[in-house]
């Protein structure tokens, strides 16, 4: 029987591109009986890489965000632990989870991801768009290269875990979201294979020194563009070898989403070998507090 306690600490909002406020959320997470609720902004981009978009926060409602997730913490307080957060891209060159400003926002935690890549010709684009602009951006960015690809999107990675300044690791493979058959380059193949190998090596090695965790999301599932959880099973496996920490998210854009097939992400990390995740317990002396909680 599965008795352990969840939360989602990656959730979106009308503040960006989720469907519902932050009061419904709350309320959704508190029927549910979620040890935590953390709301997760998309980070503004706009100032900082002058890309247009329609998922991130708005630069001009940042503080107003704040306010309001601040609010939740108030008036749910001794109900439901209401965590204030952002997930940030990093895009080389231009911003990451490093960024010193974002340090200043008081934030409890935030979640580094790469949803962009920058290409050698044409636009950056991101790897999780529809299929069509997806393909769009390999045939103009990398000449129809969907190895090309995959090995931007692995450095990319690379350089934000290296760079840190994160407390929880997105989606690390959101790549395999547009190739489930292989159309692009195969999640089986020996590139590809070399590659979550030396990230998971990498992870391992940072996380030793620094404590973040790395989150098993459950959103392409709960969206209908997947069949696993990001990381996937073989990825996980690899990442239990090297005992790095994992939690458990929902990567929630509709408040019935919170603890979306959190039972199929908790079968995968058993399936994986592992016997604990962790929750998010706040921050003490400036770094993120963890507790170890049995599948």
């Not at 990451?96 to 636009?123: C, F, M, N, T």
């Not at 098993?216 to 990001?230: A, H, K, S």
Request: proline share 5%; glycine share 10%; net charge negative.
């Amino acid at each position: 029987m599965d008795t352990m306690q969840y939360s989602c600490l990656h959730t979106h909002t009308i503040f960006c591109d989720g469907h519902d406020d932050i009061e419904t959320i709350c309320r959704s997470a508190y029927g549910k009986g979620l040890f935590a609720i953390g709301f997760s902004a998309h980070a503004p981009i706009h100032k900082k890489t002058g890309f247009q978009s329609d998922w991130h926060l708005r630069d001009d409602r940042l503080e107003e965000y704040l306010d309001a997730v601040n609010t939740a913490r108030r008036r749910w307080e001794g109900r439901l632990q209401v965590f204030l957060g952002l997930e940030v891209d990093y895009i080389p060159g231009l911003m990451g989870p490093a960024d010193q400003d974002l340090h200043e926002l008081g934030l409890d935690y935030s979640i580094g991801s790469v949803h962009y890549v920058v290409p050698p010709r044409g636009k950056p684009f991101t790897v999780d768009d529809a299929p069509k602009e997806f393909e769009t951006g390999i045939r103009e960015g990398f000449a129809g290269d969907g190895t090309a690809l995959m090995e931007a999107y692995w450095d990319t990675v690379e350089a934000m875990i290296r760079a840190g300044g994160f407390d929880i690791l997105g989606h690390v493979d959101l790549v395999k979201k547009n190739t489930p058959q292989g159309q692009w380059f195969s999640l089986e193949g020996a590139p590809y294979c070399r590659r979550i190998a030396g990230v998971a090596g990498l992870i391992a090695e940072t996380v030793t020194g620094s404590p973040w965790v790395v989150e098993v999301n459950t959103g392409g599932l709960n969206r209908v563009i997947t069949q696993d959880t990001y990381p996937s099973l073989p990825f996980l496996r690899l990442l239990n070898e090297k005992q790095v920490p994992v939690i458990i998210t929902a990567d929630a854009h509709r408040a019935a989403d919170v603890d979306g097939h959190y039972q199929t992400a908790r079968e995968t990390l058993l399936a994986a070998g592992y016997a604990h995740a962790v929750l998010f317990g706040g921050r003490k002396g400036g770094l993120p507090v963890w507790i170890r909680e049995p599948l």
